[in-house]
């Protein structure tokens, strides 16, 4: 989990600088979840995983300066496979439930990044969290 959460938005950083500068231009989106903003139990590793992601990307936000753009994506329940992931089946089937339950497509996920990237260059949509009404 650290190593694609983690690491891999760090490597994925590490890779964009030359091909933005090529372009004069870039926009970094990363992948956090609303599990960046509260923790439950049994999901206390992925909640610090995915606040990691969110404070990198709040960092590298800062540092950038006016380019590029960087935007971090928090989804909440949203209607994928996402609970086959977990080695737990206790987390497994409350993930399931909940998803059966509230989930939203995840094409509204992909609206809110096109509302991201269709901004002109000097707005910044640094921080965007996308989850159905009912989830708490």
């Not at 990363?30 to 960092?59: H, L, N």
């Amino acid at each position: 989990m650290v190593d694609v959460n983690v690491k891999g938005v760090l490597h994925g950083i590490g890779a964009a600088p030359p091909v933005f500068r090529a372009r004069g231009t870039g926009h970094f989106i990363t992948t956090a979840s609303t599990a960046a903003f509260r923790i439950v139990p049994t999901m206390a590793v992925y909640a610090d995983i995915k606040f990691a992601v969110r404070a990198i990307c709040e960092g590298l936000r800062q540092e950038a300066g006016d380019s590029p753009r960087v935007t971090t994506v928090s989804p909440g329940a949203t209607a994928t496979d996402f609970a086959k992931v977990s080695t737990n089946s206790q987390v497994r089937a409350e993930i399931t439930k909940m998803r059966d339950r509230i989930a939203i497509p995840p094409d509204a996920i992909a609206r809110a990044i096109a509302f991201a990237i269709e901004q002109p260059v000097a707005v910044g949509v640094n921080l965007i969290v996308v989850r159905p009404t009912a989830q708490s």
